[in-house]
C-alpha cells in the first residue's frame, strides 16, 4: 500500500510550549488529510479534515485555535499544538487519502506534556 | 455516516479462519464498507473494502450480505501477527473514516 510518513514518532515538550507534527504521503498525492487523536485503549478520535489549499474543516469539540492544521501542499499536512497542556498528551495519527479511495494511515506520533 | 456495531473480542486459534462480523443496518446506498486493523501503538492499517460484491486481496475476503446490512471480514488462516483491534466502517463520499469501538481479536497458539 502507500506510505504515509509521520515526524516525529515520539516528542515530549513542556506545557505552554507548542509542538509541530509533519505527515507526509510519499508515494501519491494525497487530496485530503486527516488528523486523529487516541487515548488509551480508545478508538481514534477525528479532529479535522484538511484540503490541500484551503482551510481545515474541525468537528465538533475541536478547537481550530489550540490546533492549527496547514495543507499547504498535496504532499505535506501539518497539525501544531498551540500552549500545550498535559491534558493535550496523547496519540496523533494523521492520515492521507487520494480522491476517496482507501486512505493510509502514518505510523503515529506520542505527544507527552510535562 | 452509517454507525457500525462489532463484537468488543473474539478469539481464534492460529491457523484457523477468523471471522469478524459487522452490522450496519442504517448504512446507504452510496456508503462503502471499509476494514481497517490497527495493531498496539501503531496507525491503522488498510485491509479491504465494498460496496455490494464480495471482495478478496491477499490479506482478507470480504462478505456484504445481500440487503447490505451486514459483512463479515475473514481472515483465512489467522497468525500470531494478526492480533489487533478491527476497525469496520461505512464511509460516504465525505472520505471521512468514523471509528468505533471495534473487534479486539487475540490469535492464541
Known amino acids: 500500500g502507500a506510505v504515509v510518513s509521520q515526524h516525529p514518532s515520539r516528542v515530549i515538550c513542556k506545557s505552554g510550549t507548542s509542538v509541530k507534527i509533519e505527515c507526509r504521503s510519499l508515494?501519491?498525492?494525497?487530496?485530503?488529510m486527516f488528523w486523529y487523536r487516541q487515548f488509551p485503549k480508545k478508538s481514534l478520535m477525528l479532529m479535522a479534515t484538511?484540503?490541500?489549499?484551503?482551510?481545515?474543516?474541525?468537528e465538533q469539540g475541536v478547537e481550530k485555535d489550540k490546533f492549527l492544521i496547514n495543507h499547504a501542499s498535496l504532499t505535506l499536512s501539518t497539525l501544531t499544538v498551540t500552549s500545550a497542556h498535559p491534558e493535550d498528551s496523547s496519540f496523533y495519527i494523521c492520515?492521507?487519502?487520494?480522491?476517496?479511495?482507501?486512505?493510509?494511515f502514518g505510523q503515529g506520533t506520542r505527544l507527552t506534556v510535562v | 455516516d452509517a454507525k457500525t456495531t462489532q463484537p468488543p473480542s473474539m478469539d481464534c486459534a492460529e491457523g484457523r479462519a477468523a471471522n469478524l462480523p459487522c452490522n450496519h443496518s442504517?448504512?446507504?446506498?452510496?456508503?462503502?464498507v471499509y476494514w481497517y486493523r490497527q495493531i498496539h501503538s501503531q496507525g491503522p492499517q488498510y485491509i479491504i473494502h465494498?460496496?455490494?460484491n464480495n471482495e478478496t486481496n491477499e490479506m482478507a475476503s470480504l462478505i456484504i450480505t445481500e440487503d447490505r446490512k451486514s459483512s463479515t471480514l475473514i481472515l483465512p488462516h489467522a497468525t500470531l501477527r494478526d492480533t489487533a483491534v478491527y476497525y469496520c466502517?461505512?464511509?460516504?463520499?465525505?472520505?471521512?473514516?468514523?471509528f468505533g469501538q471495534g473487534t479486539t481479536l487475540q490469535v492464541k497458539p
Open positions: 484538511s484540503n490541500e489549499g484551503s482551510k481545515a474543516t474541525y
Open positions: 442504517t448504512i446507504s446506498g452510496n456508503e462503502y
Open positions: 508515494d501519491f498525492q494525497a487530496t485530503t
Open positions: 492520515s492521507a487519502m487520494w480522491e476517496n479511495t482507501e486512505a493510509f
Open positions: 466502517i461505512a464511509m460516504s463520499n465525505t472520505g471521512k473514516l468514523i
Open positions: 465494498g460496496l455490494k
